[in-house]
């Protein structure tokens, strides 16, 4: 059973910045992928938002918030982190981290992941 425990987020006005954390109860090896999602109000989907394969190299990120937004981990922390930077009123959210223990499927379906943080609000304001 991974345990995902979120941190970080907050509000800020548009142009700021923000750093979510995300601790993993497990050994990064033992996970396929991690990812951040996000759901916006009246929503009726999570949104993926960046992903990293936790066995190699690959990282991907949603055309919304490619160039702004930096996926990264601690492997040493078991830690997940999502840099937000240059952030607009869009990207208003609660934002949650998610792993999945296999393969299969797109990052950015939240179906495909099995464990999930309990999410973090971020509010950018104008």
């Known amino acids: 059973q991974v345990q995902l425990q979120q941190s970080g987020g907050g509000s800020v006005q548009a142009g700021g910045s923000l750093r979510l954390s995300c601790i993993v109860s497990?050994?990064?090896?033992?996970?396929?992928?991690l990812s951040w999602f996000r759901q916006a109000l009246h929503h009726a989907e999570r949104e993926g938002v960046a992903?990293?394969?936790?066995?190699?190299?690959?990282?991907y990120y949603s055309d919304s918030v490619r160039g702004r937004f930096t996926i990264s981990r601690d492997n040493v922390k078991n830690t997940l982190y999502l840099q937000m930077d240059n952030l607009k009123p869009d990207d208003t959210a609660m934002y949650y981290c998610?792993?999945?223990?296999?393969?299969?499927?797109?990052?950015?379906?939240?179906?495909?992941?099995?464990?999930w943080g309990q999410g973090t609000q971020v509010t950018v304001s104008s």
């Open positions: 998610a792993a999945r223990t296999s393969g299969g499927g797109t990052w950015f379906a939240p179906a495909g992941y099995n464990y």
């Open positions: 497990d050994e990064f090896a033992s996970i396929y992928t």
């Open positions: 992903s990293l394969w936790s066995r190699g190299a690959n990282i």
